[in-house]
């Protein structure tokens, strides 16, 4: 966000667990969004959320777009899971029946319904969903799990 220019710790004594912790977060050359998975995900549902995404510059109102693992995972069977209406900040990724988009990987951005073709695998924790606002087109990020 480029809005930090010095790290204070509260605490007279942070233990080094801690001061790592600060540290790769601070040095991360990716922004990391924290989610919460859904449970009872594919393996191959898994694997594209450790990727390493990136922003879509052809940006959509409705969606953060990281069409790199509909590439990689092209020949895989993503069948249809949770096929809910769809909340801003539910990580989603195109099942078999989205045709060329299979694979993709998605945020939503606005609410909308699901045409089932796009798995609800997820979701961004509430108070890190302000974060999306400041994700830009060609920026790569990546998610943490809890």
């Known amino acids: 966000m480029g809005t930090i220019d010095d790290i204070l710790i509260g605490n007279a004594y942070a233990t080094e667990d801690e001061l790592r912790a600060m540290s790769a977060v601070y040095l991360d050359v990716h922004p990391s969004l ?11 549902e898994h694997q594209i959320l450790q990727e390493v995404h990136q922003y879509r510059g052809d940006c959509s109102e409705y969606m953060v777009r990281s069409s790199i693992t509909r590439r990689k995972y092209r020949d895989q069977d993503i069948g249809p899971g949770d096929t809910r209406p769809i909340k801003r ?4 990724i195109c099942n078999d029946r989205f045709g060329q988009y299979k694979g993709e990987f998605q945020i939503a951005l606005k609410d909308m319904e699901n045409e089932g073709n796009r798995n609800v695998v997820g979701h961004v924790k509430e108070e890190a969903v302000f974060l999306l606002d400041y994700l830009q087109p060609w920026s790569a990020f990546k998610l943490i799990f809890s």
């Open 34 to 44: 924290e989610v919460e998975l859904q449970p009872n995900l594919s393996n191959i």
């Open 89 to 92: 900040g539910d990580l989603l």
